[in-house]
Every structure is written in structure tokens, then in C-alpha cells.
């Protein structure tokens, strides 16, 4: 069996008096979809930002590719391989959508004596090219000059993630990606995300779409309260009592 590409070791975040997450522990394997779902305040953002390095951790340690992470900076974890998106679109409003997603690039490929000699012009063309490519991978416009905030919002929901796609993460961390979306935006996001998974991108997200989870993810890991109070199967998650009376309900199963 293949190491976890992201491992969480009893990690824990305080705030003042609030233990907002609680001692988990968490293996993601390469390839995998793995959902983190619980109910409102169960820790599921607070968990992505300790892997992506937002927040300090108060205990614990984090791996990506079996390299200790916890102390890095956000930037270097994204260089190290990890992207991410948040519920609300983080983009550009006033950039072009090639600026909004070639920011990504800067992940792979760090300021150098040519670049600031030479400008936007040194390597403009791979940029180009790069930005294009993955633009028409999430199917969103090809007008480059176009403005981010001339997108409406499942459009700039992709943005983000095209922005993400483009530095060559190894792992997406996708926090509420269907949040906002209508059924056919969100039958053509499931769509997606299993495309990304095809390039050979781990993914692991946070999502109140319940179908959502469970037509995606190999595994589900169940947040209540900070701490990790169950993991499995979307069949197993759905049929454990813990998890259907912090978060599913009574006759969650005859629903999904």
C-alpha cells in the first residue's frame, strides 16, 4: 500500500478558549477523493487552513509526500505541490482572467534575473499557452483580457480552481466547491473534479452536497466539534450512527 501523499498527526487548533480542532488524525492516499463533512463550526475550514498553512498549528504535525510541512509558509506548501480554493471565490475582480490564473505560475516558477530584465516578456509565450490550456480545461472563457469580475460566480468559482490547477499541485484542497451552484453547474462540477482527479491530482474537499460526496469521494473522513468522529466508505459514513445523529439525521440513508 502507497504512503499517504497528505498525513495529519494529532493536530490540534486553539483559539483563546475554543479548541476549534481537536487531536485528528488523517491519511490521504495519492489519487484518492476524500470528502471532510461535518455540520456548521465542526472544524472543516479551520482543518484546511492548517494544511495549507494559514493557521499555525497548536499541536501536531502535517506531511505532504512524507516531508514535514507544519512550520512551512503557505508559499511553500504551495510550491511543495498543495492548491486550494475557498467557499468564496478569491479571485482578481479588476485583473484579466490570464493575470487572475498566470498568478498560479509564480508557484512554479520563482522571480529570476532574466524575468526581471526582461519583463512579462520572458517566457510569455509558455505562459500563454499554459494559462489558455487550462482555461479551456475548465471550460471558462477564452478572451484573456477579460476582466475576473465579469464572470459570474460558477465562473469565478472555476477561476479559482484554474488558478490553483496551473501551479502543478499534487493535492487540491477544495473547500465547498458546489456552494452557490445550480444543479447543472454543479452536475458539470462533479464532472470536473473527476477530471482533475484523471491528471493525476489528489483531491480532498469540503461539501454540504451530500450527493455530491457521495457520488465522488473513495472515502469520507466525519468532523463534529473539532474532533474526527468517524471515516470510511460513503456507505459506511452513511450507515454510522455517530455520524447520523451529529449530521445526517434520522432517515439519511433512505435520502442518499
Not at 493557521?55 to 505532504?64: E, T
Not at 499534487?170 to 477530471?195: F, W
Not at 489528489?202 to 468532523?223: A, G
Request: charged share 25%; proline share 6%.
Amino acid at each position: 500500500m502507497s504512503r499517504p501523499v497528505v498525513e495529519i498527526e494529532g493536530v490540534s487548533k486553539r483559539f483563546a478558549g475554543l479548541t476549534a480542532v481537536d487531536g485528528v488524525d488523517l491519511g490521504v492516499a495519492p489519487g484518492e477523493i476524500r470528502g471532510i463533512v461535518g455540520p456548521n463550526g465542526a472544524g472543516k475550514t479551520t482543518l484546511f487552513n492548517l494544511i495549507s498553512g494559514l493557521y499555525p498549528v497548536s499541536a501536531g504535525r502535517i506531511r505532504l509526500k512524507g516531508v514535514e510541512i507544519t512550520g512551512q509558509s503557505p508559499h511553500a506548501r504551495a510550491a511543495a505541490g498543495l492548491g486550494r480554493t475557498y467557499q468564496t471565490p478569491q479571485i482578481f475582480p479588476e485583473l484579466t482572467l490570464f493575470d487572475n490564473v498566470a498568478v498560479g505560475l509564480a508557484c512554479r516558477r520563482p522571480p529570476t534575473a532574466r524575468g526581471a530584465v526582461f519583463g512579462r516578456h520572458a517566457g510569455w509565450r509558455d505562459a500563454l499557452r499554459e494559462v489558455a490550456d487550462v482555461l479551456g480545461f475548465l471550460r471558462l472563457p477564452t478572451d484573456l483580457a477579460l476582466l475576473g469580475g465579469a464572470l459570474p460566480f460558477g465562473e469565478q468559482k472555476r477561476l479559482e480552481i484554474a488558478r490553483a490547477l496551473v501551479s502543478g499541485p499534487e493535492v487540491l484542497l477544495l473547500d465547498e466547491p458546489a456552494a452557490g451552484l445550480n444543479r447543472a453547474e454543479i452536475e458539470a462540477l462533479m464532472a470536473l473534479i473527476g477530471h482533475i482527479r484523471e491528471r493525476g491530482v489528489t483531491v480532498c474537499l469540503i461539501e454540504h452536497n451530500m450527493r455530491v460526496v457521495m457520488s465522488l469521494c473513495d472515502r469520507i473522513s466525519v468532523l463534529d466539534f473539532g474532533r474526527k468522529i468517524a471515516e470510511g466508505s460513503p456507505d459506511e459514513v452513511r450507515r454510522d450512527p455517530l455520524v447520523i445523529k451529529a449530521y445526517l439525521g434520522t432517515g439519511a440513508d433512505a435520502r442518499l
